[in-house]
């Protein structure tokens, strides 16, 4: 493993234990030529997957990148690190399960939203606003008023 901070060839792995969830191993390494310590992560991978995007180009999927965009939409709100995390693998683990090597960036969102979902209204919201390129304030409302369908009809005046 090279080092991130001198590009050292020569590490030593210190420590070696699994994540609490069991999806990863973390270990602790050395480095012998500027004497930093890093972190790193071992994960099993079922398969290669490909991620086709709206515009049909293709690029390998990024279990980082669905992270980083769980965590956005989660910014400050009440959620555990560790639950982000155990969420992410499952998505991970269920796309690498379906048997296709091709996932369409559309099935990916659609299945983020749905764990966003479960996991904070709030969060879902803001994913949703990105992930469906929402242009004006109505957007949000449609959004918000299905998410509460009896609290949207009696702000509408509607009857129960």
Do not use: W
């Not at 369409?104 to 606003?129: F, N």
């Amino acid at each position: 493993m090279r080092c991130p901070f001198c590009g050292n060839d020569d590490t030593q792995v210190k420590d070696s234990r699994p994540t609490e969830d069991n999806s990863a191993i973390r270990r602790r390494r050395f480095c012998s030529g500027c004497n930093a310590r890093f972190t790193t992560f071992e994960r099993v991978q079922l398969r290669e997957l490909t991620v086709i995007k709206n515009s049909g180009v293709r690029e390998p999927f990024d279990r980082d990148k669905l992270l980083r965009s769980m965590r956005v939409a989660l910014r400050k709100r009440p959620i555990d690190a560790d639950r982000i995390d155990r969420v992410v693998n499952n998505l991970v683990r269920q796309l690498e399960s379906s048997g296709e090597n091709e996932i369409p960036s559309k099935h990916i969102g659609e299945m983020v939203m749905h764990h966003l979902l479960t996991l904070d209204q709030v969060a879902y919201v803001r994913y949703a606003s990105v992930y469906r390129n929402f242009r004006e304030a109505a957007d949000f409302n449609h959004l918000v008023e299905s998410l509460q369908p009896e609290q949207g009809a009696l702000a509408m005046g509607g009857a129960r």
